[in-house]
């Protein structure tokens, strides 16, 4: 009898032997049509669910849909004459921490700026591809992304989150 229960018990340990990290399929790859420097035309082909997110003339924010079986995103990509200068991304909070800023590091080395306050972190890497891309982390049981952001190193556009903090609220 003893035998029987130590077969199904091994048994059932085999079958929940593999864990799954909650990331699951998301690299970079899946924002990297998006980055600064692509033709937002080319861009509108390939996803076409988007909508206009501000307007100022020659300068527009607009806001992709990414839907993926485990997560979807709002790609926010701001243009300027038909060329993305910034892109960015607000990440799930089931995404892990660890597992993104790894994917950065592979991709971009190691960060040139970071800065830690309680448990919120900002991690800057400085002109990668003529880009500036700023991480945010965040901890509270767990360690999550916040989001990403890609910004051209272009001084005569006005980034993105300029912008987006000059549409808070004024207290």
């Known amino acids: 009898m003893s035998l029987i229960f130590k077969h199904i018990f091994s048994f059932i340990f085999l079958i929940h032997a593999e864990i799954t990290p ?21 861009i509108k082909k390939q996803n076409p669910k988007f909508d206009l997110f501000a ?29 993305v200068t910034d892109l960015f991304v607000r ?12 994917d950065l590091q ?7 700026k970071f800065v830690r306050h309680d448990r919120s972190a900002i991690y ?6 003529n880009n500036n891309i700023i ?7 767990t360690c999550f992304p916040m989001f990403i952001e890609i ?8 980034p993105m989150y300029v912008k987006l903090n000059e549409a808070l609220p004024k207290w």
């Open 135 to 141: 991480y945010h982390g965040s901890c509270s049981i």
């Open 151 to 158: 910004v051209s190193t272009d001084k005569s556009v006005i």
């Open 55 to 83: 307007d100022n003339g020659d300068q527009k924010i607009l806001r992709f849909k990414l839907k993926r079986a485990n997560y979807s995103l709002d790609v926010y990509t701001q243009v300027k004459k038909d060329i």
């Open 22 to 42: 909650p990331n699951y399929d998301f690299t970079l790859k899946s924002i990297e049509n998006f980055t600064p420097g692509k033709n937002i035309e080319e």
């Open 91 to 102: 990440l799930p909070q089931y995404f892990l921490h660890d597992i993104f800023l790894r």
């Open 106 to 112: 592979k991709k971009w080395s190691k960060q040139d």
């Open 124 to 129: 800057v890497w400085l002109n990668r591809d």
